[in-house]
């Protein structure tokens, strides 16, 4: 099962909300990631946990703030965004080299 | 530095023909190489992968690559294109501590 879990599938929220977007994987994997992907482009990476420690930071904004609460989990905190901030979001798992992408969570800023 | 260059944005095949989709990279390194296929409005589906074993590799729904290190090219096939295969096909190369490098996409059409 190489399965990775996002919820919610779809978000509408204006500058001034808090929400959270959340990741799931259950294949024992001990690495994730969020990705941001705007309409027809690539994903682009935002932050990586490994074994539930914050590893990498793509100069994101603080706008954006991840948490890792178990090694299965990961969620990413809004607040405040810019309706530049609409995209597509990613979550993926790794094992090893090879990473595995949850369906997306599609957001739009008003 | 690290790059992966997807020659065409936009291919366009009739069902039942051939497909071929480029990808070369650059790297210092042996490569972990990847095809991900995205349907509309979907997350990234693995499609295969190169991981310095055998070099041709072969993936879901009949596509394969083949790793050419003198070429330093991962071009993805498939002998016959469905309508199904529609879609937006990444090709990616893994650079260490989680980071993979995406080539731009190309979207790939196909005409009944």
């Known amino acids: 099962d190489t399965e990775v879990t996002q919820t919610p599938k779809h978000l509408v929220m204006g500058m001034t909300n808090k929400k959270s977007l959340k990741c799931e994987q259950h294949?024992?994997?001990?690495?994730m990631y969020w990705y941001k992907q705007k309409a027809k482009k690539p994903p682009e990476l935002m932050f990586v946990?490994?074994?539930?420690?914050?590893?990498i930071n793509e100069s994101v904004p603080s706008r954006f703030s991840p948490e890792c609460p178990n090694s299965s989990l990961l969620n990413l905190h809004l607040h405040a965004l810019q309706p530049e901030d609409s995209a597509l979001y990613l979550c993926?798992?790794?094992?090893?080299?090879?990473?595995?992408f949850g369906p997306g969570t599609r957001l739009l800023v008003l | 530095a690290q790059s992966v260059t997807q020659l065409g944005s936009h291919v366009s095949v009739s069902e039942g023909a051939l497909v071929l989709l480029r990808c070369n990279y650059s790297?210092?390194?042996?490569?972990?190489l990847f095809w991900y296929v995205q349907y509309p409005n979907q997350g990234l589906q693995l499609l295969l992968k190169?991981?310095?074993?055998?070099?041709l590799v072969k993936g879901i729904n009949d596509f394969e690559a083949e790793f050419k290190k003198s070429e330093t090219s991962f071009h993805l096939t498939k002998p016959s294109a469905h309508m199904s295969d529609a879609a937006e096909y990444f090709c990616?190369?893994?650079?260490?501590?989680?980071?993979?490098?995406f080539g731009q996409g190309t979207e790939l059409s196909v005409k009944p």
């Open positions: 993926a798992s790794s094992q090893q080299e090879t990473q595995y």
């Open positions: 294949m024992g994997h001990r690495a």
């Open positions: 946990y490994s074994y539930e420690k914050l590893s």
């Open positions: 790297s210092s390194v042996p490569p972990y």
């Open positions: 190169y991981t310095s074993a055998a070099t």
């Open positions: 990616a190369v893994s650079v260490g501590g989680g980071k993979l490098i």
